[in-house]
């Protein structure tokens, strides 16, 4: 999967795709994730992005012309799948939304800056705007960070045990069961016994009723769904 995200403040984005999981992803071959600074399509002597908002109030726009050049210079080279904008009154980034973005070859992100991005470009060439939840963070950077490593967790062959994410929280709609490694004891607490048993089958029953318990608990929404 190749990703394009289109940035300010690209600086925020180098190290979050450098470790771990994402940086495995890469090294394979399964991720390519290219972040392109907005300030090379800055227009003007200053390189200019962002501008005061029609009507006043405070807080700077990211202008129309620097992010459709952008754009569409990054259009030229590849078809996209979505044109997504990361902001607060998209839609709630949730598994089922990410699932889907892994099935995709090419995904552009933008994230914004500053007050928000001119309308225009999001009516002209944004097709999809996720919010990482309810509340506000200073730019788009962190949230596309979300949504990429979301994402790119999911591609075939990027886990080590390709089975693993099919059991993480929220894929069947359940948080995950509590999970324990060595020492058996840790300051009088002790393992459960049945993980200690080495019997599959009560094990996979303990930990079915361990996540339903604590759906239940934590977040019963889940379970009234649909
Ligand atoms: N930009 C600022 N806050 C955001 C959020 N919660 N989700 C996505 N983009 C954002």
Redesign the pocket.
């Known amino acids: 999967m190749h990703i394009d995200i289109i940035s300010a403040l690209p600086e925020l984005l180098v190290s979050p795709f450098g470790h771990s999981i994402l940086k495995r992803a890469h090294d394979k071959g399964l991720l390519d994730v290219r972040v392109h600074d907005l300030r090379e399509f800055g227009l003007g002597r200053h390189k200019q992005i962002d501008d005061y908002q029609f009507g006043g109030g405070a807080g700077m726009v990211m202008m129309a012309e620097p992010l459709a050049n952008a754009i569409e210079s990054l259009q030229a080279e590849r078809r996209y799948d979505e044109i997504i904008y990361?902001?607060?009154d998209?839609e709630t980034l949730r598994q089922p939304l990410a699932n889907r973005l892994s099935m995709y070859d090419n995904l552009l992100i933008i994230a914004?800056h500053y007050k928000g991005i001119d309308e225009r470009i999001r009516e002209e060439f944004v097709t999809l705007e996720?919010?990482?939840?309810d509340?506000?963070?200073s730019?788009?950077e962190l949230?596309a960070a979300v949504l990429v490593d979301a994402i790119g967790r999911l591609l075939p062959g990027v886990l080590n045990d390709e089975t693993s994410a099919l059991f993480d929280s929220f894929q069947d709609d359940l948080l995950a069961p509590p999970v324990y490694t060595r020492p058996a004891e840790f300051r009088g607490r002790k393992v459960p016994d049945v993980l200690m048993s080495g019997h599959f089958k009560n094990i996979e029953e303990w930990r079915l009723e361990q996540s339903l318990q604590r759906t239940r608990e934590r977040r019963p929404d889940l379970l009234e769904e649909e």
């Open positions: 990361m902001t607060p998209g914004g996720i919010s990482i939840g509340y506000v963070l730019g788009g949230p």
